[in-house]
Structures are given as structure tokens and as C-alpha cells.
């Protein structure tokens, strides 16, 4: 059985990660899916996904949080699991450091510079961190001996450490570092970490820079200590770290502080062998340590490393760097498909056989004629291929589940029924034109041109939009499952087949505004919902912006912005200038694609839990 589960999501870990969720679900019940990939270590939509295998075999419960049903302990205790003993620190949660009462305005003061401070840039995979972990990096510092005293370098900064060591510094009332280098790509960041630590009293120098080149060569060997949270791939971490040895003072004993997400077994060997290959070793290391406002896949948390340097240690990429950096420059590697109908494994890309997944459904499976086709791992170039056709021996990817939505907008807690509107097909036909803006009002968007909505056609190819139909009632099943349990945790109706009923019924009414992406012959792999509804005050017409969610395919942002450009069209279409969208506070993704397309905040919806049964009779 626990074979079966493990195979059924293509889970890496195979058997002990299944055990894994069983353990935590038998230790944490009742347990949301957030805590149990926490607990663990998994993604949530893997830790989902499991979850699920588990249910329909009867062994966890169908209300959530989850639990394990009688079946479910019977199945614990026979794997001689039936043991509930924690003894993680209930003070600290594990996290080895407690924020003092002393630094709870240094809390207060960061959140309000997070939300004055630049937005999150996903392109460059970036995801801030909480007010509070930036406090405990700076406690890590401390506590380390790195600080106070001595200089530090930040190797990027979108997560403004720089600015929670100068607030720390303030609140205790004095600078607790003689001085900060910060080195980051961005000039609004570096800006923004200028105007903010002029008035409060370290010294903070900011470099403009792009970490692909060298180091400046005044920063060489000039800090003692260095502190990183590159981008979540074995070649960021590589080349994070080896500019953060640039910075470094020659000799043994530095510190280097590392921040990264989890990552599958063989991902996280790279990433282990590549601190080996610049000659650092582990002085610590603490899981669940970085909670960030995103990262829903990773649960919102990475590990936190602290580095020392040897006298082995040596940057391995002083020149400069070419190779796939962020999440999105390794779209140009060669990509493993799995063919849905025989599990056969094959690569497309640059040198495949095929250089595109179009190509690939044109012919078809070489193994059996069929497809379709299930996005895989990137491969390294190095990496011999298996021959065309042949299935794997065994899981070798932590493969996203099948049709496992990345959720972008957050879905209403009850479905509601669109209005009646004219033609919502999509492709979206030629849109009306924009109405005058009411007097007081900004355009936030207008209509793209025919070039350049022929242009985001083709990057969002072999995937196009249309119209929804009873048919892709399954795939917008998992598709809202998943954005209710990103939007709402504990309290998501994240069961797809319940989903699929509720839009099934909308659908009967109305399809108008339901909008999918996908490309021939195959299941929907994006979702748009927009239904135009009416003001019963002023009897104003205005749309509603309700969900948006895309799986996680090679060009999953340009389907996206296919999808929204679609619904914004379908509301010109008829007539609607304004438009409104709900979405969750962490969830930052969405946030960010809402600002590029120029909506703007307006309001913000607050919730307070009271106890129960102590009500005034």
C-alpha cells in the first residue's frame, strides 16, 4: 500500500515519504495540509496529493483538518508507528531562537516597512520573508558571535535584513555591526534600503549589481561575515555562495548564513555538494526556520544554514556566468515528459528528439502511439538520456501531481452565479471600445494591441483559451480545490469532485466568463473565472474577478497572463469598466500579477476568531 500511494504521485521519497505523513498525521491530528508539509518536509500539493491516495483508501478522514480514521491507526500501529511522542521545544517551535520582549517593536517597525517596501519580483523567484524571521536571522547573527561588531555582507537583500539589523540596532540603542554591504540587482530595493537606514544609524552601503559578473574588487576579502537567500536552484545556491566567499575575508572560521527552500533528496545532494565543492562546512542547520509571505508549494518555510569557511575554501565561479540562474532562465533545458498512457519518459527540448512538446504530441508516444503528455523534471545537460520510449525503473522526480493546480487567485468560500452576458469566447473578440474613464478614475490597462496580443499568443503556445464546457468540470475541480487550500487552509472545501459540482451547477446557468487554456487534445492545464454582477445600491455593473490558476507548465506565466488578458477582454466585450478581485494576503504570486496589470488596492478584509461557548447570555 504504501508502495501503491507513493507511485500514484510519483513521490521521490517512495514508501518512508508516506510514512512520513502518517507519522506527523498520527502525531500533529488533527493536522492541516500546511502543517503536515512542514512537519515533514514535502510541498503542500505533494503532501495533497497523499493526503487524497490516503482518503480514498479509508485511511485518513474526509472532514479536514484531517485525521486518521480507525483503519488509519490500525495501519500506524502495524507499521509499529503507534507512538505520538514529541519533543519538539514548545517555546520555540523547533526554531532554536525566541524573539525577546525586548525586539517586539523591532517586529512592529519591519512590518510596516515591508508593507511601504518593494513588491515581491517572481521573476527572479523572489519571496519575502516575515517581519519576525528577519528578526531571528538577525538573533542567529548574535548568537553565532558574527555580530555585534565587525562588517556584513548581504549577497541580495529583497528580504531587507539590512534593514532589521539597523532596526535592531536602534530599538537597543546602538549600531550592532560597524558596517553593511549590500549587493542586489535591484534599483528600487536599494533605494528603498537607503532612504529607510539613513535615519537610524548603521552604516549601510548599497552596490548595484548583477551577481552573474564578479564582485566589484573593492568588496573582495573585506567582510566577516556573509549572509545569502539566493534563488531556489542548485545554480543559485552555487553562485550566491561563491560571491559570498569573494566578500569574505581570507582565512578559516567566517560565517556564512544561508537561506533555501526544500527540495527533493537528489536536489538537495547537489546543493549540499556544491557548499562541499567551495570548501565550507555545516556549523548548523535548522529546518522550518525562514517562514515566508509566499512559497505556498514549500508550506511558507526554508531551512536556515549556518556556513563556516576552511582553509579550503575558494569561490569556484569568479568569472562570469552564463548558465540557467532563476526558475524561469532553466525553461531553456531540456525537459522530461512522462506519456500519461504508458509512462514512457522522454526529453524535449534543445538536442532532443523533439525540440518542442507540440512536436512531441504531433507524432505522438514512440513507445505506443498515444500521449498525452506529463511535464517533468529539467534536465542536466550531462545527464544521460534514457532511450526514447523506455519507461523509468522507478520514480525519479518529484514530479507535480497530475493536473496539481499553482494557485494564482483566491476562490469564493461559496460559489455564486455569473449574470447573463453576450458572447465570452475566448480567444476574446474584438473588444469594444474603452469607455471614458469617469472623472477621478486612473486607467489601470487598456486592450493590447493585435501585434502584441499575437505576440502573447505565441510565448503562451501549444496552450490557447476558450470557452469552458462540461467537459473540463474535472480539471477546474482540482483546479479550485487547490486555490482553496493556499486561500483558506483548514477551512478549504478542498475536495475536487465537490468543486466540480458547485461549477457544474454554475455552469448550467451561465458559462459566460469561464475561461480555459489548454492545448490540443488535452485537459485544461489554466482556469479563469470572471462573472459580471450588479451593484443593488446604484444598480452599477461591475466584474468580478474570481479565479485564476495555472499548472505548473514551461511557460505557466504567459498562460497566465493569456488567461487574465482573456477575462479583462471578455469585461471590455461588454461593456464593464471596472473590475474587482478578491485575493488572500499571503498569497503573494497573485498580489504581484494583480499590480502588473494595474489593479489597485482599495480595501482589506480583516477576521477575528472569539472563544467559544463564553458568549453573554
Given at each position: 500500500?504504501?508502495?501503491?500511494?507513493?507511485?500514484?504521485?510519483?513521490?521521490?521519497?517512495?514508501?518512508?515519504?508516506?510514512?512520513?505523513?502518517?507519522?506527523?498525521?498520527?502525531?500533529?491530528?488533527?493536522?492541516?495540509?500546511?502543517?503536515?508539509?512542514?512537519?515533514?518536509?514535502?510541498?503542500?500539493?505533494?503532501?495533497?496529493?497523499?493526503?487524497?491516495?490516503?482518503?480514498?483508501?479509508?485511511?485518513?478522514?474526509?472532514?479536514?483538518?484531517?485525521?486518521?480514521?480507525?483503519?488509519?491507526?490500525?495501519?500506524?500501529?502495524?507499521?509499529?508507528?503507534?507512538?505520538?511522542?514529541?519533543?519538539?521545544?514548545?517555546?520555540?517551535?523547533?526554531?532554536?531562537?525566541?524573539?525577546?520582549?525586548?525586539?517586539?517593536?523591532?517586529?512592529?517597525?519591519?512590518?510596516?516597512?515591508?508593507?511601504?517596501?518593494?513588491?515581491?519580483?517572481?521573476?527572479?523567484?523572489?519571496?519575502?520573508?516575515?517581519?519576525?524571521?528577519?528578526?531571528?536571522?538577525?538573533?542567529?547573527?548574535?548568537?553565532?558571535?558574527?555580530?555585534?561588531?565587525?562588517?556584513?555582507?548581504?549577497?541580495?537583500?529583497?528580504?531587507?535584513?539590512?534593514?532589521?539589523?539597523?532596526?535592531?540596532?536602534?530599538?537597543?540603542?546602538?549600531?550592532?555591526?560597524?558596517?553593511?554591504?549590500?549587493?542586489?540587482?535591484?534599483?528600487?530595493?536599494?533605494?528603498?534600503?537607503?532612504?529607510?537606514?539613513?535615519?537610524?544609524?548603521?552604516?549601510?552601503?548599497?552596490?548595484?549589481?548583477?551577481?552573474?559578473?564578479?564582485?566589484?574588487?573593492?568588496?573582495?576579502?573585506?567582510?566577516?561575515?556573509?549572509?545569502?537567500?539566493?534563488?531556489?536552484?542548485?545554480?543559485?545556491?552555487?553562485?550566491?555562495?561563491?560571491?559570498?566567499?569573494?566578500?569574505?575575508?581570507?582565512?578559516?572560521?567566517?560565517?556564512?548564513?544561508?537561506?533555501?527552500?526544500?527540495?527533493?533528496?537528489?536536489?538537495?545532494?547537489?546543493?549540499?555538494?556544491?557548499?562541499?565543492?567551495?570548501?565550507?562546512?555545516?556549523?548548523?542547520?535548522?529546518?522550518?526556520?525562514?517562514?515566508?509571505?509566499?512559497?505556498?508549494?514549500?508550506?511558507?518555510?526554508?531551512?536556515?544554514?549556518?556556513?563556516?569557511?576552511?582553509?579550503?575554501?575558494?569561490?569556484?565561479?569568479?568569472?562570469?556566468?552564463?548558465?540557467?540562474?532563476?526558475?524561469?532562465?532553466?525553461?531553456?533545458?531540456?525537459?522530461?515528459?512522462?506519456?500519461?498512457?504508458?509512462?514512457?519518459?522522454?526529453?524535449?527540448?534543445?538536442?532532443?528528439?523533439?525540440?518542442?512538446?507540440?512536436?512531441?504530441?504531433?507524432?505522438?508516444?514512440?513507445?505506443?502511439?498515444?500521449?498525452?503528455?506529463?511535464?517533468?523534471?529539467?534536465?542536466?545537460?550531462?545527464?544521460?538520456?534514457?532511450?526514447?520510449?523506455?519507461?523509468?525503473?522507478?520514480?525519479?522526480?518529484?514530479?507535480?501531481?497530475?493536473?496539481?493546480?499553482?494557485?494564482?487567485?483566491q476562490a469564493p468560500a461559496a460559489a455564486e452565479t455569473p449574470a447573463t452576458v453576450p458572447n465570452p469566447a475566448a480567444p476574446a473578440p474584438a473588444p469594444a471600445p474603452t469607455p471614458a474613464a469617469p472623472a477621478g478614475r486612473t486607467i489601470g490597462w487598456r486592450p493590447p494591441t493585435g501585434e502584441d496580443r499575437a505576440a502573447l499568443a505565441g510565448r503562451a503556445r501549444p496552450?490557447?483559451?476558450?470557452?469552458?464546457?462540461?467537459?473540463?468540470?474535472?480539471?477546474?475541480?482540482?483546479?479550485?480545490?487547490?486555490?482553496?487550500?493556499?486561500?483558506?487552509?483548514?477551512?478549504?472545501?478542498?475536495?475536487?469532485?465537490?468543486?466540480?459540482?458547485?461549477?457544474?451547477?454554475?455552469?448550467?446557468?451561465?458559462?459566460?466568463?469561464?475561461?480555459?487554456?489548454?492545448?490540443?487534445?488535452?485537459?485544461?492545464?489554466?482556469?479563469?473565472?470572471?462573472?459580471?454582477?450588479?451593484?443593488?445600491?446604484?444598480?452599477?455593473?461591475?466584474?468580478?474577478?474570481?479565479?485564476?490558476?495555472?499548472?505548473?507548465?514551461?511557460?505557466?506565466?504567459?498562460?497566465?497572463?493569456?488567461?487574465?488578458?482573456?477575462?479583462?477582454?471578455?469585461?471590455?466585450?461588454?461593456?464593464?469598466?471596472?473590475?474587482?478581485?478578491?485575493?488572500?494576503?499571503?498569497?503573494?504570486?497573485?498580489?504581484?500579477?494583480?499590480?502588473?496589470?494595474?489593479?489597485?488596492?482599495?480595501?482589506?478584509?480583516?477576521?477575528?476568531?472569539?472563544?467559544?461557548?463564553?458568549?453573554?447570555?
Amino acid at each position: 500500500m504504501l508502495t501503491e500511494v507513493a507511485e500514484a504521485v510519483r513521490l521521490q521519497e517512495g514508501p518512508p515519504g508516506v510514512r512520513s505523513v502518517l507519522r506527523a498525521l498520527r502525531r500533529l491530528a488533527p493536522a492541516s495540509t500546511k502543517d503536515l508539509s512542514r512537519a515533514t518536509g514535502l510541498p503542500v500539493p505533494i503532501v495533497a496529493a497523499l493526503g487524497n491516495e490516503l482518503r480514498r483508501r479509508g485511511f485518513v478522514t474526509t472532514q479536514r483538518p484531517s485525521r486518521l480514521t480507525e483503519a488509519g491507526l490500525d495501519l500506524v500501529a502495524q507499521l509499529g508507528m503507534d507512538l505520538s511522542l514529541d519533543a519538539t521545544c514548545t517555546t520555540c517551535d523547533g526554531r532554536e531562537l525566541v524573539i525577546p520582549d525586548v525586539l517586539d517593536q523591532a517586529v512592529r517597525r519591519l512590518r510596516a516597512l515591508m508593507e511601504s517596501g518593494p513588491a515581491a519580483d517572481m521573476a527572479i523567484d523572489q519571496s519575502h520573508c516575515t517581519a519576525e524571521t528577519k528578526v531571528r536571522r538577525v538573533l542567529a547573527l548574535l548568537t553565532a558571535g558574527a555580530l555585534p561588531g565587525g562588517s556584513l555582507l548581504l549577497i541580495g537583500d529583497d528580504d531587507l535584513v539590512s534593514l532589521a539589523v539597523a532596526v535592531v540596532g536602534d530599538v537597543l540603542g546602538a549600531p550592532i555591526v560597524e558596517r553593511v554591504t549590500v549587493v542586489d540587482i535591484s534599483p528600487e530595493i536599494l533605494d528603498y534600503i537607503q532612504k529607510v537606514s539613513a535615519g537610524l544609524g548603521t552604516r549601510v552601503e548599497t552596490v548595484q549589481h548583477d551577481l552573474r559578473l564578479p564582485l566589484p574588487a573593492e568588496l573582495h576579502g573585506q567582510h566577516d561575515v556573509a549572509m545569502t537567500d539566493p534563488p531556489y536552484t542548485a545554480e543559485g545556491a552555487r553562485l550566491f555562495l561563491s560571491r559570498a566567499v569573494e566578500g569574505l575575508r581570507p582565512g578559516p572560521a567566517h560565517s556564512v548564513f544561508f537561506s533555501f527552500g526544500g527540495k527533493s533528496p537528489d536536489e538537495m545532494l547537489e546543493v549540499q555538494r556544491e557548499i562541499m565543492g567551495l570548501g565550507l562546512v555545516t556549523n548548523g542547520f535548522i529546518r522550518n526556520f525562514n517562514e515566508y509571505e509566499g512559497s505556498g508549494i514549500l508550506g511558507g518555510v526554508g531551512f536556515f544554514q549556518h556556513l563556516l569557511t576552511t582553509t579550503s575554501t575558494a569561490p569556484t565561479h569568479e568569472g562570469e556566468f552564463s548558465g540557467p540562474l532563476y526558475t524561469g532562465d532553466k525553461r531553456t533545458r531540456q525537459r522530461e515528459y512522462t506519456c500519461v498512457a504508458c509512462d514512457a519518459r522522454l526529453r524535449v527540448g534543445p538536442g532532443a528528439r523533439w525540440t518542442s512538446v507540440a512536436a512531441l504530441r504531433d507524432e505522438g508516444c514512440p513507445n505506443c502511439g498515444k500521449g498525452p503528455f506529463r511535464p517533468g523534471r529539467l534536465v542536466p545537460a550531462e545527464d544521460p538520456a534514457t532511450p526514447a520510449g523506455q519507461p523509468p525503473a522507478a520514480p525519479a522526480q518529484r514530479a507535480t501531481p497530475p493536473q496539481q493546480a499553482v494557485p494564482a487567485q483566491q476562490a469564493p468560500a461559496a460559489a455564486e452565479t455569473p449574470a447573463t452576458v453576450p458572447n465570452p469566447a475566448a480567444p476574446a473578440p474584438a473588444p469594444a471600445p474603452t469607455p471614458a474613464a469617469p472623472a477621478g478614475r486612473t486607467i489601470g490597462w487598456r486592450p493590447p494591441t493585435g501585434e502584441d496580443r499575437a505576440a502573447l499568443a505565441g510565448r503562451a503556445r501549444p496552450y490557447a483559451t476558450r470557452q469552458a464546457a462540461e467537459r473540463d468540470l474535472p480539471a477546474i475541480g482540482r483546479f479550485e480545490a487547490e486555490i482553496a487550500r493556499v486561500s483558506f487552509g483548514e477551512d478549504a472545501i478542498d475536495d475536487p469532485a465537490r468543486w466540480a459540482t458547485r461549477l457544474g451547477r454554475a455552469m448550467e446557468k451561465s458559462k459566460e466568463g469561464m475561461i480555459v487554456a489548454d492545448g490540443p487534445g488535452e485537459e485544461p492545464v489554466g482556469w479563469c473565472w470572471v462573472s459580471i454582477n450588479q451593484n443593488a445600491m446604484t444598480g452599477d455593473r461591475y466584474a468580478n474577478f474570481r479565479s485564476l490558476a495555472v499548472s505548473p507548465v514551461d511557460n505557466r506565466s504567459d498562460v497566465a497572463e493569456l488567461l487574465l488578458t482573456a477575462g479583462l477582454e471578455f469585461c471590455l466585450a461588454n461593456g464593464i469598466t471596472e473590475v474587482v478581485g478578491r485575493v488572500h494576503v499571503g498569497n503573494v504570486p497573485m498580489r504581484t500579477v494583480y499590480r502588473k496589470f494595474g489593479f489597485d488596492p482599495t480595501s482589506l478584509s480583516m477576521k477575528l476568531f472569539l472563544p467559544e461557548g463564553d458568549g453573554v447570555r
